[in-house]
């Protein structure tokens, strides 16, 4: 299509969308990156849907002049989702905020897709519920469908894929179809819900989700307990989860990343050492076993005293420190940028994954801090680097790869939340294999058979 052609699709969008519709530079240029990945091109223009028939009607009008749709939510992304490799327009799906449905009894909702994780508890205090995923960021139900989020709680509920239940969808021509329901279970068909959830948008674009909720728990604890190395702190995450004990949180800090959390969050009395941040829900005789079995884990492994978190205030307070510790880490060096990276390994394989890693950056004289949610071998290294440094940036590109190669042999996968978007695709095949690759080819020309959903993210389309 030639460039008259998708500057008449631009005018037909504006004259339909009107000031829902913006071709305004920097809001172009926000909504062409997200977090953790260079810049690149830019969208041509921006739509701020407001509804599912607008998505709809704005990707029939791209289909019929070939224009790339990439969907966006709050922007914050880790592996180049967001960039517009094909050019084409953003649809920002942030004013589709709304809660639709609450039921309480059968534990599910459905939400528009720009309803983020906070909001949605928020609404749900006074139910008796609450939505457990969490990854870090007050992120977008609709993103974190889209790149099959998990979290902190992922070692309890699951991740985005196990409490995903039902969609709305907008296809590649323009369609709307639904997925899922609100039954418990079903055989019916193919189980489209999880084509789409971790899709990344390039299959259809989500717009509604019909979400599993949890009631919240009788007894909630929270603790922090320090260790004299990495290598301790990991295995009393694997003697934990190898003795069946239902641990809600779980998340690692290495050394460099608490002292960054020390610094940015102001945490007083704790130490700069490798430390957990458990949390434990359940009955009150039921979280009294269980912290009774982690400390004598944690004392095996010369585990500090436990300190505990005993009000809500200082529950959240932790939290808070824990959620904080991107921004955490790239303070301890102003004005570099940061490489973050996550992979997931079996959970016998964690501790041996996460020395090597750090001892790696160790000897690569690296400022790289290491945080996991570690009670599913899943684990982030945030790698610093100068923005004016083409060497150093090429020294933190080269390091992220050898832990994802790291992880690839020793069973793991290339990414276990991030998603796999632009930087990640050149893995896949080693991971999955060719034919399962090509598998996704033939499903993603099928769909989207002009490529104009999200193009270039996943897997490359000739």
């Given at each position: 299509m030639s460039d008259?052609?998708?500057?008449?699709?631009?005018?037909?969008?504006?004259?339909?969308?009107?000031?829902?519709?913006?071709?305004?530079?920097?809001?172009?240029d926000e909504h062409s990156h997200g977090e953790s990945y260079p810049h690149g091109p830019i969208v041509e223009g921006v739509l701020f849907a407001q509804s599912t028939a607008m998505v709809?009607?704005?990707?029939?009008?791209?289909?019929e002049y070939n224009i790339p749709v990439i969907p966006?939510?709050?922007?914050?992304?880790?592996?180049?989702?967001?960039?517009?490799?094909?050019?084409?327009?953003?649809?920002?799906?942030?004013?589709?905020?709304q809660v639709l449905e609450i039921n309480t009894e059968d534990f599910d909702c459905v939400v528009q897709a720009g309803v983020s994780r906070e909001q949605l508890n928020h609404e749900l205090r006074h139910q008796g519920l609450f939505f457990p995923i969490d990854p870090g960021a007050n992120a977008s139900i609709g993103g974190m469908s889209a790149t099959?989020?998990?979290?902190?709680?992922?070692?309890?509920?699951?991740?985005?894929k196990d409490v995903v239940i039902g969609l709305t969808v907008v296809n590649a021509q323009g369609k709307v179809l639904h997925t899922g329901g609100r039954a418990k279970k079903s055989s019916a068909g193919y189980d489209l819900t999880r084509l789409y959830v971790g899709s990344e948008g390039t299959l259809g674009i989500i717009t509604e989700i019909r979400l599993?909720?949890?009631?919240?728990?009788?007894?909630?604890?929270?603790?922090?307990?320090?260790?004299?190395?990495?290598?301790?702190?990991?295995?009393?995450v694997v003697e934990c989860m190898q003795m069946g004990i239902?641990?809600?949180?779980?998340?690692?800090?290495?050394?460099?990343?608490?002292?960054?959390?020390?610094?940015?969050?102001?945490?007083?009395?704790?130490?700069?050492?490798?430390?957990?941040?458990?949390?434990?829900?359940?009955?009150?005789?039921?979280?009294a076993e269980q912290i009774s079995l982690v400390e004598e884990i944690a004392s095996g492994n010369n585990g500090s005293q436990f300190r505990w978190a005993k009000t809500q205030e200082e529950r959240n307070e932790l939290w808070a420190a824990r959620?904080?510790?991107?921004?955490?880490?790239?303070?301890?060096?102003?004005?570099?940028?940061?490489?973050?990276?996550?992979?997931?390994?079996?959970?016998?394989?964690?501790?041996?994954?996460?020395?090597?890693?750090?001892e790696l950056a160790i000897k690569e004289d690296l400022i790289a801090p290491i945080v996991g949610h570690v009670g599913d071998g899943n684990f982030h290294v945030l790698v610093l680097h100068d923005p004016?440094?083409?060497?150093?940036?090429?020294?933190?590109?080269?390091?992220?790869?050898?832990?994802?190669?790291?992880?690839l042999s020793m069973g793991g996968t290339c990414t276990g939340e991030h998603g796999v978007g632009l930087r990640k695709k050149k893995y896949l095949p080693k991971e999955l294999g060719v034919e399962a690759v090509a598998t996704m080819a033939v499903i993603k020309r099928a769909m989207d058979p002009q490529n104009i959903l999200n193009p270039g993210k996943i897997i490359d389309i000739d």
């Open positions: 008259n052609q998708r500057a008449a699709g631009l005018v037909q969008l504006a004259a339909v969308f009107a000031d829902q519709f913006t071709l305004n530079q920097s809001t172009r709809a009607q704005a990707v029939s009008i791209c289909a966006h939510g709050v922007g914050s992304s880790l592996e180049g989702h967001l960039v517009p490799v094909n050019g084409g327009i953003s649809i920002d799906l942030t004013e589709m905020a099959r989020a998990s979290g902190t709680n992922a070692v309890r509920y699951g991740t985005m599993r909720l949890f009631p919240i728990p009788e007894q909630i604890s929270a603790a922090v307990c320090a260790f004299p190395t990495i290598k301790a702190a990991a295995d009393t239902p641990l809600a949180r779980v998340e690692l800090l290495d050394e460099v990343q608490m002292q960054a959390c020390i610094n940015y969050s102001k945490l007083q009395g704790f130490d700069a050492a490798p430390t957990l941040f458990f949390e434990f829900h359940g009955t009150e005789s039921g979280v959620h904080k510790a991107y921004f955490a880490g790239i303070s301890l060096r102003p004005g570099w940028l940061a490489l973050s990276t996550d992979v997931c390994v079996p959970i016998s394989r964690l501790a041996e994954c996460i020395v090597a890693a750090k004016e440094d083409q060497a150093m940036i090429d020294q933190a590109t080269a390091y992220a790869s050898k832990i994802v190669e790291l992880s």
